[in-house]
Nanobody, 124 residues
Framework: QVQLVESGGGLVQAGDSLRLSCAAS????????MAWFRQAPGKEREFVAS????????YYADSVKGRFTISRNNAKNTVYLQMNSLKPEDTAVYYC?????????????????WGQGTQVSVSS
């Protein structure tokens, strides 16, 4: 099991940028596919992005493609989500998740370990 702690959320204006961090502990993330999900009030949790544990191939939801970038630093046991050109519809709680030797699936049920989340609010 890996413990995950997100940080970097906040209140920004439309068009601004934020970088979220997910610090892992307990196990090295080098064998975990890492992902970001988000959940807006009254909506279901949705996939945002993932990065494969071995190939580092990245996957994105269509809604964030070209604006968000997921990256990982295994030496620091940390995953990042760089969010640019933020929109009000990006407002949500953002969660970091880990899937042991995972495929990069957008299905949240594939992920075993989750952080507590960090709030991102984008005003218009």
């Amino acid at each position: 099991q890996v413990q995950l702690v997100e940080s970097g959320g906040g209140l920004v204006q439309a068009g601004d940028s934020l970088r979220l961090s997910c610090a892992a502990s307990g196990r090295t993330i080098s064998t975990y596919t890492m992902a970001w999900f988000r959940q807006a009030p009254g909506k279901e949790r949705e996939f945002v992005a993932s990065v494969h544990y071995f190939t580092s191939r990245t996957y994105y939801a269509d809604s964030v493609k070209g604006r968000f970038t997921i990256s990982r630093n295994n030496a620091k046991n940390t995953v990042y989500l760089q969010m640019n050109s933020l929109k009000p519809e990006d407002t949500a709680v953002y969660y970091c998740a880990a899937d042991y030797i995972g495929s990069g699936s957008p299905d949240g049920y594939e992920y075993d370990d989750w952080g507590q989340g960090t709030q991102v609010s984008v005003s218009s």
